[in-house]
Structure formats: C-alpha cells, structure tokens
C-alpha cells in the first residue's frame, strides 16, 4: 500500500518581504541579502536594476521566501 504525505503549505500572498525582515531572520546584515541579490547568490528574490542609476528595486515574494529559507511570516493588514 502507498503512503501519502500530506503537508499544509501557509497562506502565501505574493507580499513583497522586506530586506530588513529577510536579514533579520539569516542573522545576516541586509547589504549582505541586497548584494547576495544583486549577484544571483541567493534565489529568493529579484534585484532590477533602474536605467541610468545604481539604484536596484528588490522584490522578493513571500513563498520564494519560503521555499529557500523557511521562513514565512503572515501579511498583515
């Protein structure tokens, strides 16, 4: 007989976790995520880059999160 596994995934919502929360919970600096970013080190997220600037947006959604690292927190309104 096959066993089944069954796991309860949380409640994604596609929220943007902030780089702040994110390096709190590595027990990293943030430059070090923003950096890990920038250089494809860490999957988790995405770092664009703005037309003629230095600056970069960063957009990391809550299940990629997840998924990589394990942690999750909730959104809340």
Partial sequence: MEQK???ELPRFSGRNVPIAEIAK?????????RIGLQRGLLKF???LKLD????YNYY????KVWEEIG???P???
């Fill in 60 to 63: 990391c959604p809550d299940r």
């Fill in 25 to 33: 919970a590595m027990h990293k600096d943030s430059q070090y995520v």
């Fill in 52 to 55: 003629d600037s230095n600056e």
């Fill in 45 to 47: 997220g995405y770092a």
């Fill in 71 to 73: 942690y999750f927190q």
């Fill in 75 to 77: 959104e809340t309104v």
């Fill in 5 to 7: 596994l069954y796991i």
